[in-house]
């Protein structure tokens, strides 16, 4: 309800048939008594196309408060679209999920421990098999409950916005973390090598997704720990 009522700025996110989407948006109205709310969004400068989801369509939302950035997911009840800022009206969230906003800062392995990750581009088609797949692998450079950084090889195939399937295994015995990411970066660095910045989503959007956000969260803390205490970054909401 503060969040409304101060029309605070949240990010939503949602699937589409290529992969994910992420948009910045802001509550402009609802109640719990309406059980609805409504946000406006405007979507990126250039992109007249920029594809919105359907009515009944699930939505995560992202916001902060103080320090902590909550999350939920909704399904989508109306939709104006004819005209910006687009509207959407959202049925009011049945839980809220909280994590303290220090989960999002990155931590790189302790002590040089090398931890491999998989990947490989899930908006291929709904047919397409792992091993019609190009598995690509890299090294986790840093991580946070909001995404992680690798260093590969050969990155210059790699698509930006596109989302990816990405596995690892930080502890051996542990179960392996299955996340999709968005590639938001890709920069040079030494040897013919990149580092990759890919960014978690969908994990607001059920309750298996919200366990695995807390166990990246734990994660994140572990290696944040093994670490001399400096201000962290955080990576981008």
Request: charged share 25%.
């Amino acid at each position: 309800m503060e969040a409304v009522r101060e029309r605070r700025p949240l990010t939503i996110t949602y699937s589409l048939a290529d992969g994910w989407r992420r948009c910045k948006a802001a509550f402009a109205s609802g109640s719990r008594a309406s059980n609805e709310t409504t946000i406006r969004l405007d979507p990126p400068k250039g992109d007249a196309l920029f594809p919105l989801p359907a009515v009944g369509a699930a939505i995560g939302g992202t916001f902060r408060l103080g320090h902590k950035k909550c999350m939920f997911s909704a399904a989508v009840r109306a939709l104006r679209n004819k005209e910006k800022p687009f509207l959407l009206t959202l049925n009011w969230p049945e839980h809220l999920a909280q994590l303290q906003r220090r989960a999002y800062e990155r931590a790189a392995p302790p002590g040089g421990a090398v931890v491999p990750v998989r990947f490989w581009c899930e908006s291929d088609g709904a047919d397409a098999s792992v091993h019609q797949r190009e598995v690509r692998h890299g090294q986790l450079e840093d991580i946070s409950a909001g995404g992680m950084r690798l260093k590969v090889a050969g990155a210059d195939s790699l698509r930006l916005e596109r989302t990816y399937k990405c596995v690892f295994t930080p502890h051996s015995g542990k179960p392996a973390f299955v996340l999709d990411a968005i590639l938001r970066h890709r920069e040079a660095v030494e040897q013919g090598r990149a580092s990759i910045g890919l960014q978690f989503v969908g994990l607001e959007m059920s309750d298996e997704g919200l366990c695995t956000l807390d166990r990246l969260a734990r994660l994140a803390g572990i290696y944040q720990r093994s670490h001399p205490r400096r201000s962290g970054k955080a990576h981008t909401d």
